[in-house]
């Protein structure tokens, strides 16, 4: 008869990443799309919603860049061709060529408008449904 072995039997394996590479997945997430979004949340609300939008634009442009800067990464011809034209959309966005038209047809542009709503006022009038301030009170 053969001797058996003094040592215990081996556990099999368990499936998955333990509770330490979970934990680091969970700081992972929280860190960069909690508080990232937490940031940009607080920046786009000191910003018009156009400003905001164009600038979102170059979010994967700041990656790409982070990328070969931080990793040392290659980025492919199509990945450069991408930031060209994400960065030619950031720059056409930006023009606003619709306030200068709208001032040679004799219409009030609608930032114009905007300003003109946000100067303050005495009183209470009627205006659009709702009160609001009215200046003549």
């Known amino acids: 008869m053969a001797a058996r072995s003094a040592s215990p039997p081996s556990s099999p394996p368990r499936p998955g990443?333990?509770?330490p590479a979970l934990g680091w997945l969970l700081a992972l997430g929280v860190i960069s799309q909690v508080a990232g979004w937490?940031?940009?949340?607080?920046?786009?609300?000191?910003?018009?919603?156009?400003t905001g939008a164009t600038l979102m634009l170059l979010e994967p442009i700041a990656a790409v860049g982070f990328g070969v800067l931080l990793l040392g990464e290659q980025p492919s011809g199509l990945q450069l061709t991408g930031c060209a034209v994400a960065i030619a959309a950031v720059c056409f966005a930006g023009r606003n060529p619709g306030v200068a038209t709208e001032r040679r047809r004799g219409r009030p542009s609608p930032l114009a408008a905007a300003e003109v709503a946000e100067q303050p006022a005495v009183g209470l009038g009627r205006g659009r449904g709702v009160l609001v301030p009215r200046a003549d009170a």
Do not use: V, Y
């Open 17 to 19: 990443p333990g509770w």
């Open 38 to 50: 937490l940031l940009i949340a607080g920046a786009l609300a000191r910003m018009s919603a156009a």
